[in-house]
T-cell receptor
Framework: GENVGLHLPTLSVQEGDNSIINCAYS??????FIWYKQESGKGPQFIID?????DKRQGQRVTVLLNKTVKHLSLQIAATQPGDSAVYFC????????????FGKGTKLSVIP | DAGITQSPRHKVTETGTPVTLRCHQT?????MYWYRQDPGHGLRLIHY???????DKGEVSDGYSVSRSKTEDFLLTLESATSSQTSVYFC????????????????FGPGTRLTVL
């Protein structure tokens, strides 16, 4: 929604630089993680996912890193573009095989032209 | 957009009135979900469905009911709307994976902005 960016931590990045967005998760039983992008007034859009048997997964200009030891997930965006400006949030499942996801509050990414 | 539409996209209503939001999908996905999104909170699950006439409660189900009489439609009803239900509502779907026991990605619709005065 339009207000999804309010009260969120903000990351400002110069166009062309790399962005790193972090997420801490709480459930040690979670085995599936997703990153979503949400632009103002739109629904969340799937970016990339990773399962717990992996530490790293790459997509087009995006990389997700998973550190299960400290329960930390990060999203790296290479060569950040103005179109990357949005709220990014992570989601984790409720445990192996669960159909339910728990969503983080998100980070607002602002790209400075 | 995973073939998901939501209607209406915007609605303003008064406290105490019933409201029904509709989620429609075109790809026969089995699992459908209703979430609400509010500033300061992540997406919170209201109800979900795992098949026709099969539904279950989520984290914030009080004041909401759902129905799924057809695979393609999942309805969310606020029996008597309250101002605390002012929010943006998202529908999502997931595809049951072929391998059992694996969580699948959820894909979201465009949302419905509901204002209860």
């Amino acid at each position: 929604g339009e207000n999804v960016g309010l009260h969120l931590p903000t990351l400002s990045v110069q166009e062309g630089d790399n962005s790193i967005i972090n997420c801490a998760y709480s459930n040690s039983a979670s085995d599936y993680f997703i990153w979503y992008k949400q632009e103002s007034g739109k629904g969340p859009q799937f970016i990339i996912d990773i399962r717990s048997n992996m530490d790293k997964r790459q997509g087009q200009r995006v990389t997700v890193l998973l550190n299960k030891t400290v329960k930390h997930l990060s999203l790296q965006i290479a060569a950040t573009q103005p179109g990357d400006s949005a709220v990014y949030f992570c989601a984790e499942n409720a445990g192996a095989g669960s159909y339910q996801l728990t969503f983080g509050k998100g980070t607002k990414l602002s790209v400075i032209p | 957009d995973a073939g998901i539409t939501q209607s209406p996209r915007h609605k303003v209503t008064e406290t105490g009135t019933p409201v029904t939001l509709r989620c429609h999908q075109t790809e026969n996905h089995r699992y459908m979900y209703w979430y609400r999104q509010d500033p300061g909170h992540g997406l919170r699950l209201i109800h979900y469905s795992y098949g026709v006439k099969d539904t279950d409660k989520g984290e914030v189900s009080d004041g909401y009911s759902v129905s799924r009489s057809k695979t393609e439609d999942f309805l969310l009803t606020l029996e008597s709307a309250t101002s605390s239900q002012t929010s943006v509502y998202f529908c999502a779907i997931s595809v049951v994976p072929r391998l059992a026991g694996r969580t699948d990605t959820q894909y979201f619709g465009p949302g419905t902005r509901l204002t209860v005065l």
